[in-house]
């Protein structure tokens, strides 16, 4: 039996005049109903091209999208404009970064979740707007039925937010993605909106799939992680598992990147050396090891030549990671835990 | 909103005696002497003198600008001269308030002259606006949806050209060609709606009309092509098409919405320009037009006509400015003053 949502080799390749850019270049992952994946990654990693294709939001003149993406059955890569668009905002809905360029501002926030819901519901505006003004009560907005006539210049940004969230829910769609639904907002309000999702989640019984490059979020949020980098799946698996053993290099490296502010202050942050790598020129070999300092560790040009397969790590079957080094387990026991969590090494 | 207009208004009024002023200073300035125009070639000095005295030229130039001020709010005689009114009361012209001036050119007071080449120039601008607003408007969005494609380069290149061609030359084409050889519209004449109703008057302003059109047409093709584009890439469009929203809605409700903005300021400026400003294409089509009567007033240096109309153009620009602020909070609701 297949899981509600498949994704298998899923490519998307921007033609340009210098040549092909491969945002995401064969991505799988699969995701059943009711759970969160979280897809993390540097700008520029492929993680929003990658979700923007299963909402088929590609115009067909710039971009090639191939593969499959299996949502309760059916390849949404095979159907045809129409009826993508059809499904579109109603079985898959999308949050978006910056919730005030997310919203046009020149109508009514009650406006743009009624248009969501006439769409794909043959109702009167005045239908519409109550059910908007349902859900901007479900999302927590106080005195929706008044806000509901308000610009989006006239919403806090969390609030602003929340109306997306509204009208990104009001379809009861069965698959939401959430592209960095939190990164625009204030600490305090990301903590609210977090809650929301997974209340809302709850409720509506959705598979949801956050985009973010905040572990912190993926630690509270998610059941499966997958990580990305210049296009490709680097990691994979259950979320308590990449956080506590991650096998892969990158993925060590985004972990050290984060503040401890509960540990020793003044410990200094360890970024990543380098930057992204271009998609339209990617290295060759494992595209991360320009970056990598640990591919010393791999006998000859392994990293430099071949590209590694993303095969299981040394703990479990469903942990999968692309890395040539034979042992990650003990690389990260031995020299990364120590730099990153020096007390737990101690207790251990 | 109410009080923002008044102040506006005020604004514009302070402005336009400012620019009355400016005027009736730059005619000074000039190396000519008015007085010798109005009385002819082979007028003595003494004679000359007499005319500009007989003119009001002769006195200084901020007591002419206050007598002008005053004759806007109460009316003025002309000439100003009791005695003569005494003898002779059919000599005087009356000039009631707002009085602009009188025109010694052309013997008679310059709210005539307007009153009577205005209805024209008001015609000539609103049938080249609603052209170039069409077609240019229809065209950019063309050219914005099929971007890259042969049509959009097509539209682009063609708009141009049209661009590139002088007011005369497309003029005289039209006239020539389109009006008088192949005759597919007969030619030209203005007839006011009064005298012969909509068609005819519609008639009369198609070609001029057109070749205006064809001059702007360009600017407002490639500016609503590039607004358009602009929007499109936008967040807010992004999220349109993820509601499930079909691309033409997306494009009317959403797109162009947008880019009105930008395109109603460009409108409002250039039909305020455009009302004095069509003096090739009403020399083309020998239209007695607001445009025509400048020149002219220039060339016989008819001081009291091209006060007048300094300030009629004026108060247009102005007006449209207004016009188009209040649009903008109309349009854009985070324009809106409380």
């Not at chain 2, 080449?117 to 969005?141: D, E, I, K, N, Q």
């Amino acid at each position: 039996m297949s899981s509600f949502l498949s994704v298998r080799d899923l490519k998307v390749h921007f033609p340009t005049v210098d040549g092909i850019v491969k945002a995401t270049d064969g991505l799988s992952f699969d995701l059943e109903r009711g759970k969160t994946l979280g897809i993390v990654g540097e700008s520029g990693s492929g993680k929003s091209v990658s979700s923007s294709a299963i909402l088929g939001l590609h115009r067909r003149t710039s971009a090639q999208v191939s593969g499959e993406i299996m949502l309760d059955g059916v390849d949404l890569l095979k159907l045809s404009d129409e009826d993508m668009r059809r499904r579109r905002g109603k079985d898959v809905a999308m949050i978006f970064q910056d919730p005030l360029s997310a919203m046009h501002p020149y109508y009514t926030v009650g406006n743009q979740i009624g248009e969501a819901y006439r769409v794909h519901h043959d109702v009167s505006k005045k239908v519409a707007r109550a059910r908007a003004i349902e859900m901007l009560d479900r999302v927590g907005i106080p005195q929706p039925d008044r806000r509901v006539d308000d610009y989006p210049h006239q919403f806090s940004g969390g609030m602003r937010q929340r109306a997306m969230i509204a009208m990104g829910l009001i379809n009861n769609p069965s698959l939401l993605i959430a592209d960095e639904p939190t990164t625009a907002l204030d600490v305090t309000v990301q903590a609210q909106i977090l809650d929301l999702l997974q209340d809302l989640q709850r409720d509506f019984d959705a598979a949801v799939i956050i985009i973010t490059h905040d572990l912190g979020v993926v630690a509270e949020m998610t059941d499966d992680v997958l990580v990305m980098y210049a296009g490709r799946a680097v990691e994979y698996g259950s979320c308590k598992e990449i956080l506590t053993h991650p096998e892969m290099p990158y993925t060590w490296g985004l972990i050290s990147s984060i503040p401890d502010v509960s540990g020793d202050t003044s410990a200094q942050l360890i970024p990543i050396p380098g930057n992204p790598p271009s998609l339209l020129n990617p290295p060759s070999g494992c595209a991360f090891h320009p970056r990598c300092t640990h591919r010393d560790k791999v006998p000859g040009d392994l990293c430099t030549t071949v590209l590694p397969e993303l095969l299981p790590g040394t703990r479990t079957e469903g942990h999968l990671k692309r890395c040539h080094l034979t042992n990650p387990d003990v690389v990260y026991e031995r020299e990364i835990l120590p730099e990153i969590a020096p007390d737990l090494v101690e207790e251990r | 909103m109410f009080a923002y207009v008044i102040r506006r208004v005020f604004i514009g009024v302070i402005l336009l005696i400012v620019m009355s002023l400016v005027t009736f200073v730059l005619f000074f300035a000039s190396p000519v002497d008015p007085g010798r125009y109005a009385c002819g070639k082979n007028c003595s000095p003494a004679q000359i003198e007499q005319t500009n005295k007989a003119l009001g030229y002769d006195k200084p130039v901020i007591e002419q600008w206050t007598d002008f001020l005053k004759g806007v709010v109460v009316g003025r005689e002309y000439p100003d001269d009791p005695a003569l009114r005494a003898a002779a009361p059919q000599l005087v012209v009356e000039c009631p308030a707002p009085c602009l001036g009188y025109s010694v050119v052309n013997s008679v007071t310059v709210n005539e002259e307007l009153k009577e080449r205005f209805p024209l120039s008001l015609s000539l601008a609103l049938a080249a606006l609603l052209m170039w607003v069409t077609g240019g408007v229809l065209f950019g969005v063309i050219a914005a949806v099929r971007k890259g494609t042969i049509v959009d380069r097509g539209i682009v290149a063609l708009s141009l050209i049209f661009y590139a061609f002088p007011a005369f030359f497309i003029g005289l084409f039209l006239l020539k060609f389109v009006a008088i050889k192949w005759e597919i519209v007969p030619v030209p004449v203005y007839t006011p709606i009064a005298e012969g109703g909509l068609g005819l008057w519609l008639q009369g302003l198609f070609l001029p009309g057109l070749t205006l059109a064809l001059l702007y047409m360009a600017g407002y093709v490639r500016m609503t092509r590039a607004f358009v584009l602009e929007s499109m890439s936008e967040d807010y469009v992004r999220t349109a098409r993820a509601k499930g929203l079909k691309s033409r809605k997306v494009l009317t409700k959403h797109s162009m919405r947008a880019a009105l903005t930008p395109l109603v300021t460009m409108i409002g400026l250039d039909f305020a320009g455009l009302m004095g400003g069509a003096i090739i294409t009403e020399t083309v089509f020998n239209y007695n037009g607001l445009g025509k009567l400048a020149v002219d007033a220039t060339v016989t240096y008819d001081l009291p006509t091209i006060i007048g109309l300094v300030l009629l153009l004026g108060t247009f620009v102005i007006v449209a400015n207004i016009i188009v602020d209040v649009l903008y909070a109309v349009i854009d609701p985070r324009v809106r003053v409380g």
